[in-house]
């Protein structure tokens, strides 16, 4: 699975219902197109801005058209400013993605027996198998590698981390996640800490 697909599996819980808000996934997930070309070694990221370091497709139409839309610009986009843009309709994608997959299913309920909701829950094997990775890497039991660091850093900057890991202490998880964070090459930290930060100004923007 890419790794906006793992992010946004995990933004749910067992019955398909959001563990965070739905903005703050979208953020994460924009995040997470973003990280795959850097770990795929087609985009850079200094000084909060982007820069291509190789034009070469990597063969997923999303990822390719994104670094082409870089490529093309005609000065390093922003970062925050990238970010911004691609979160809009970021999770949806990927549900559509997963839906086609059947990795997600789609489920029609009525809240209270009279609300119709749609709920998408995942392949629970599909869910465990990434959150045991993810376990061995927060509990120090094993080193973990670019992807499945990267995705520790960014549950942790959307803020779903107590969802993910809820047999973890908080105080040692949440150092354990930016001891994570930290270890990142600088490319990704930039952009794991740039989703957090948008992430928190979205949340102060809907409770203000």
């Not at 019955?15 to 070309?37: C, F």
């Not at 093309?72 to 994608?93: F, H, I, S």
């Not at 549900?95 to 629970?124: C, I, N, S, W």
Request: charged content about 20%; some cysteine.
């Amino acid at each position: 699975m890419r790794l906006r697909e793992e992010l946004f599996v995990l933004g749910f819980d067992n019955a398909g219902k959001p563990a965070v808000h739905p903005e703050s996934l979208d953020i994460g997930v924009a995040g997470a197109r973003l990280v795959e070309l850097v770990l795929a070694g087609r985009v850079g990221v200094s000084g909060g801005r982007l820069s291509v370091i190789e034009a070469v497709p990597t063969g997923d139409a999303d990822s390719d058209a994104l670094l082409t839309a870089i490529h093309r610009a005609p000065k390093p986009p922003p970062l925050a400013g990238a970010l911004t843009q691609l979160r809009a309709g970021a999770g949806d994608a990927v549900r559509a993605e997963l839906l086609a997959e059947g990795v997600v299913t789609k489920v029609a309920q009525r809240r209270l027996g009279l609300v119709p909701v749609t709920r998408y829950p995942a392949d629970e094997t599909v869910v465990r198998a990434i959150t045991v990775r993810m376990w061995y890497a927060a509990h120090g039991r094993s080193q973990p590698d670019e992807p499945t660091a990267a995705l520790c850093g960014l549950v942790h900057a959307v803020l779903l981390h107590e969802h993910v890991f809820v047999t973890m202490p908080l105080a040692g998880l949440d150092a354990r996640l930016r001891q994570i964070r930290g270890k990142l090459s600088d490319p990704v930290r930039e952009i794991v800490d740039a989703v957090g930060t948008l992430v928190a100004s979205a949340a102060f923007a809907i409770y203000r």
